[in-house]
C-alpha cells in the first residue's frame, strides 16, 4: 500500500491532486470495493465516467455503475478480492495487472485482469478493464466444480 500518497487520498476525500496519487487512488479504489464499500468506492468516480469491460457493453455515469456494483457486489453473500501483481503510472494514467475474485456464497469465480484508470482532477474518468472471456469461463466452471469439491478451488494467488 502507498503510505503518504494514501493519506492524500483520504485527506482529499474522493479527490487527489499530488503527482504520485494516481496510483494511491486506483489502489483505494479498489481496497474500497474489496471492503464492500461501494458508495465511498463509487465517490472517486466522476460524475461523467466510463467503465468499461472489454467486450461487454460499456456502462457511463457514476450512478450507473453505482448502481451496478450494489447489484453484483451488494447482494447478500457476494464479494470480491483484488490481488495486484504490477501496478503502474505513466502521468494520470494508472495500469494493473491483477487477479479479481467474484465471489458469491461459496462460489469463487477467479481471473486474471488487466485495467486501464484515467485520472483527472483526482477522480476517476475511465476504468476499462480486459480480460480473456475463455479465462473467465474456466475459472467459473473451476468455482463451480469448487463448491462441490473444496479440493478444486483456486488458490488465491501469490503478487
Same mark, same amino acid.
Given at each position: 500500500?502507498?503510505?503518504?500518497?494514501?493519506?492524500?487520498?483520504?485527506?482529499? =476525500?474522493?479527490?487527489? %491532486?499530488?503527482?504520485?496519487?494516481? !496510483?494511491a487512488l486506483v489502489t483505494r479504489f479498489l481496497d474500497l470495493?474489496?471492503?464492500?464499500?461501494?458508495?465511498?468506492?463509487?465517490?472517486?468516480?466522476?460524475?461523467?465516467?466510463?467503465?468499461?469491460?472489454?467486450?461487454?457493453?460499456?456502462?457511463?455515469?457514476?450512478?450507473r455503475v453505482r448502481r451496478l456494483l450494489r447489484a453484483t +457486489? =451488494?447482494?447478500?453473500?457476494? =464479494?470480491?478480492?483484488?490481488? #495486484?501483481? %504490477?501496478?503502474?503510472?505513466?502521468?494520470? #494514467?494508472?495500469? #494493473?495487472?491483477? %487477479?479479481?475474485? +467474484?465471489?458469491?456464497?461459496?462460489?469463487?469465480?477467479?481471473?486474471?485482469?488487466?485495467?486501464?484508470?484515467? !485520472?483527472?482532477?483526482? $477522480? !476517476?474518468? +475511465?476504468?476499462?478493464?480486459?480480460?480473456? $472471456?475463455?479465462?473467465?469461463?474456466?475459472? #467459473?466452471?473451476?468455482? +463451480?466444480?469448487?463448491?462441490?469439491?473444496?479440493?478444486?478451488?483456486?488458490?488465491?494467488?501469490? %503478487?
Amino acid at each position: 500500500m502507498v503510505d503518504s500518497s494514501l493519506d492524500a487520498v483520504e485527506e482529499q =476525500g474522493a479527490r487527489v %491532486t499530488e503527482p504520485d496519487a494516481p !496510483i494511491a487512488l486506483v489502489t483505494r479504489f479498489l481496497d474500497l470495493l474489496a471492503a464492500e464499500e461501494i458508495d465511498a468506492a463509487s465517490a472517486m468516480l466522476c460524475t461523467d465516467v466510463d467503465y468499461i469491460n472489454v467486450g461487454l457493453p460499456a456502462v457511463r455515469g457514476r450512478e450507473r455503475v453505482r448502481r451496478l456494483l450494489r447489484a453484483t +457486489l =451488494g447482494l447478500a453473500g457476494a =464479494g470480491f478480492e483484488v490481488y #495486484t501483481h %504490477t501496478i503502474s503510472a505513466d502521468g494520470s #494514467t494508472v495500469m #494493473t495487472e491483477r %487477479t479479481d475474485v +467474484l465471489k458469491y456464497r461459496r462460489l469463487r469465480v477467479q481471473f486474471w485482469v488487466c485495467g486501464r484508470f484515467d !485520472i483527472h482532477d483526482g $477522480q !476517476i474518468v +475511465l476504468w476499462r478493464d480486459y480480460f480473456d $472471456q475463455m479465462n473467465i469461463a474456466a475459472a #467459473t466452471v473451476r468455482g +463451480l466444480l469448487g463448491t462441490v469439491f473444496p479440493a478444486a478451488r483456486a488458490k488465491p494467488p501469490t %503478487t
